[in-house]
């Protein structure tokens, strides 16, 4: 029973390029979230994505973030424009409801932007 | 405004003695606390937690206390071994918004044989 996967692993991108962070949440989970752990800090809630619906956005960056979980295939993070203040890991999470405590968490992605 | 406070950034314990990581909170309405365990590039792992209407829970080595009046809890780990030896992340949830965690910033536990 594979968990969360989530790819790239590692991502490398230059200052104003855009970025794409794929999760694939574990089987039968229909609740994804995703959180940023910037350097020294906990992880931060970012969204809340049920199929096809975000949930809750409120953690999102006003500008240049999106996020979208469709029917078919995975959830994807998108960064657009990318400055080096998004350098960070991003964790992606599911859960089989929308709770808190049932939430498994994927390797997460590294993105570095140069 | 950080609303869960780890503030041990590391700590370091011989192996077979008791490792004590301690969480502060500041929101009265988390209805519930967890401990994540987390190695060098990897995602967090989910380690034990505990119900606000509980003051304690127990799995193997592990053990987790809540004082609600001090709103404060920790995670004991006994005996201590090297691999434990990673970061533990506290979190809380629920209050209103059950599926948000809010993290502490993490306490780096090193194990020494």
């Known amino acids: 029973n594979a968990g969360v996967m989530q790819n790239p692993r590692h991502l490398v991108r230059r200052r104003g390029q855009e970025a794409r962070l794929r999760c694939s949440p574990m089987k039968g989970h229909s609740h994804v979230y995703w959180y940023r752990q910037l350097p020294e800090e906990g992880l931060k809630f970012m969204v809340y994505?049920?199929?096809?619906?975000?949930?809750?956005e409120s953690g999102m960056p006003k500008e240049r973030f999106s996020a979208e979980f469709p029917k078919e295939g995975p959830s994807i993070l998108r960064i657009q424009q990318v400055v080096r203040g998004d350098s960070a890991a991003y964790f992606c999470?599911?859960?089989?409801?929308?709770?808190?405590?049932?939430?498994?968490f994927g390797p997460g992605t590294r993105l570095t932007v140069l | 405004d950080q609303q869960v406070k780890q503030n041990s950034p590391s700590l370091s314990v011989q192996e077979g003695r008791i490792s004590i990581l301690n969480c502060d909170y500041t929101?009265?309405?988390?209805?519930?606390f967890l401990w994540y365990k987390k190695y060098p590039a990897e995602g967090p792992t989910f380690l034990i937690s505990?119900?606000?209407?509980?003051d304690k829970n127990e799995d193997g080595r592990f053990t987790v206390f809540l004082n609600k009046s001090a709103k404060h809890l920790s995670l004991h780990i006994v005996p201590s071994q090297p691999g434990d030896s990673a970061v533990y992340f506290c979190a809380a949830g629920g209050g209103g918004s059950n599926y948000k965690l809010t993290f502490g910033k993490g306490t780096l536990l090193t194990v020494n044989p």
């Open positions: 929101n009265s309405m988390f209805d519930y």
């Open positions: 994505l049920q199929k096809e619906n975000i949930i809750d």
């Open positions: 505990i119900s606000s209407i509980k």
């Open positions: 999470a599911s859960s089989p409801d929308g709770r808190g405590d049932t939430q498994y």
